[in-house]
């Protein structure tokens, strides 16, 4: 059944779920702080998925552990209208530093709005869905979980991500550039370094070589391309021409032909590296590609309202920024919102130690809950207008077949 859209059923409703939020902020925010304390890395967030899944049995979801094949995601169901709703749940940290992009603060969100709108989906006509999405930083947990199903028939999905103070609370006009994540391995001649270098191929030369190229390549690209790369082997005693070295690399661009024209280049200064070492070269794709972030038009207006209610900045963005998620594989088939959460006194950048530290903080917490019940408000417009219903529902994400490649 469809809320009938009057001020006042409007009105009665943001109140009630924004009581939602309220009532379940201890156990959310416990949830929230364990996750952030595990600090655990992709496809490893074991304790964290279950964190998650508990509350959200607890709050009477019908929850499926290890969706598509992948041990720490779930899917937690409620409701059988016709229109199904995502909320992303993400809660893997990042090697090294922890949750120093605030993923914490993204379960704790999407968490706390499935919860607030869990007694509402008969009303909505929605079938909700909260689905666990690990592995965001490396791995694509995202990609993987849709080309496996666990988005089938969603006809929107939501989640929100955490960033620096100062940031505008207005989605519309912001995107994530697509990257994709590369091996180049070298393979040379080992011989001994003072005896016979000479009969040696040098490997860890044709890394550098390749390193140096992609430095000046820097000059001659768009200012919001971006390559980065670290050499993750390159020999292991000086003694020892290194006969194999391998670099780590990626390339991010804001479109898909601007991303496949910048890889092109980047691939020519391996190659020219390697035939000027007389090293061979391999490159192998690491991670599934990260496609651009697409934010839906009606859901961002229906943000950017909720924001205004709680005094956010919601001034226009000032234009596209860096960064990538997989997210925006997501966004490019089913009508997505992927807004900004800017931290009070947050004047770190994101992966950082200090932000790690904000993102568990009391006003991260606070911001949190605004998220929370915004995203709950968006839901609830959306579903609620007979227009974006409809185009939302036709929207229903169905998974191209074999035969139907190619298919107009």
């Not at 530093?97 to 869990?118: E, F, P, Q």
């Not at 909720?306 to 009508?335: C, E, H, R, W």
Request: charged share 20%.
């Amino acid at each position: 059944m469809e809320l009938t859209d009057t001020t006042g059923a409007m009105a009665d409703l943001r109140a009630a779920l924004a009581d939602g939020v309220e009532g379940w902020k201890p156990r959310v925010q416990a949830m929230a702080q364990a996750i952030h304390a595990y600090k655990e890395v992709s496809f490893e967030e074991v304790r964290s998925a279950e964190e998650v899944t508990e509350l959200l049995g607890e709050g009477g979801f019908e929850v499926e552990r290890g969706t598509g094949g992948l041990p720490t995601a779930f899917t937690a169901s409620a409701g059988s209208g016709e229109l199904t709703v995502a909320l992303c749940v993400e809660y893997d940290a990042l090697p090294n530093i922890g949750h120093a992009c605030g993923h914490n603060l993204i379960a704790g969100a999407s968490v706390a709005a499935a919860l607030a709108l869990r007694p509402h989906v008969d009303r909505l006509g929605i079938t909700l869905k909260a689905i666990g999405t690990p592995a965001e930083e490396h791995g694509g947990g995202k990609a993987v979980l849709l080309e496996r199903g666990a988005f089938d028939g969603v006809g929107l999905a939501l989640m929100v991500h955490p960033v620096q103070d100062g940031v505008t609370y207005n989605p519309a006009g912001t995107s994530a550039q697509a990257v994709g994540r590369f091996m180049a391995t070298f393979t040379g001649k080992a011989a001994h370094a003072a005896a016979a270098p000479h009969k040696g191929v040098n490997a860890a030369d044709a890394a550098v070589l390749s390193q140096v190229a992609i430095g000046l390549l820097r000059q001659h690209i768009p200012g919001d391309h971006r390559i980065a790369l670290y050499i993750s082997e390159a020999g292991h005693v000086t003694n020892i021409i290194p006969e194999r070295a391998v670099v780590q690399f990626e390339c991010r661009a804001f479109t898909l032909p601007e991303y496949e024209a910048l890889l092109e280049r980047v691939r020519r200064c391996f190659e020219g590296a390697a035939l000027a070492t007389g090293t061979t070269l391999s490159i192998e794709a690491t991670e599934p590609l990260y496609e651009p972030l697409l934010q839906d038009d009606d859901l961002a207006a229906h943000w950017t309202e909720a924001m205004d209610a709680f005094g956010k900045d919601t001034s226009s963005s000032a234009g596209l920024g860096g960064g990538s998620t997989d997210m925006g594989n997501i966004s490019q088939v089913i009508p997505s919102l992927h807004p900004w959460l800017s931290i009070p006194g947050a004047d770190v950048p994101i992966h950082s130690h200090g932000f790690a530290a904000l993102a568990d903080s009391p006003q991260a917490y606070g911001v949190m809950f605004e998220a929370a019940t915004a995203l709950a408000w968006t839901v609830a417009a959306a579903a609620s207008s007979p227009t974006e219903r409809a185009r939302f529902t036709e929207a229903a994400y169905r998974r191209r077949t074999p035969t139907q490649e190619g298919t107009p």
